[in-house]
């Protein structure tokens, strides 16, 4: 098999139907077709928080945040959030 270029590696997975279709039009919609792209950007999601729970644990448990928190730390901290320089 080539090598991919950029140190990517080619995954197979089987994904029900809504949820193929679900990607595919994301990908149209935002990358020009790109799945990969999409999957990329569900991954960095996911890298993040699992992050935020990481660092949740290392303080013990304490500060657990609530539900409400985490969406407004989500949308002040989180992938999407604006970012100052």
């Known amino acids: ?42 991954i960095r999601y996911i890298a993040y928080d699992e992050g935020r729970d990481a660092l949740i644990a290392s303080f013990g448990g304490k500060g657990k945040p609530t539900p409400a928190e985490a969406r407004r730390f989500d949308v002040e901290w989180g992938p999407s959030a604006k970012k100052s320089a």
């Open 1 to 42: 098999m080539k090598k991919r270029p950029g140190g990517t590696i080619h995954l197979s997975i089987s994904l029900p139907a809504e949820e193929a279709k679900i990607l595919r039009r994301r990908a149209k919609r935002e990358y020009g077709g790109n799945v990969s792209r999409v999957v990329s950007d569900a």
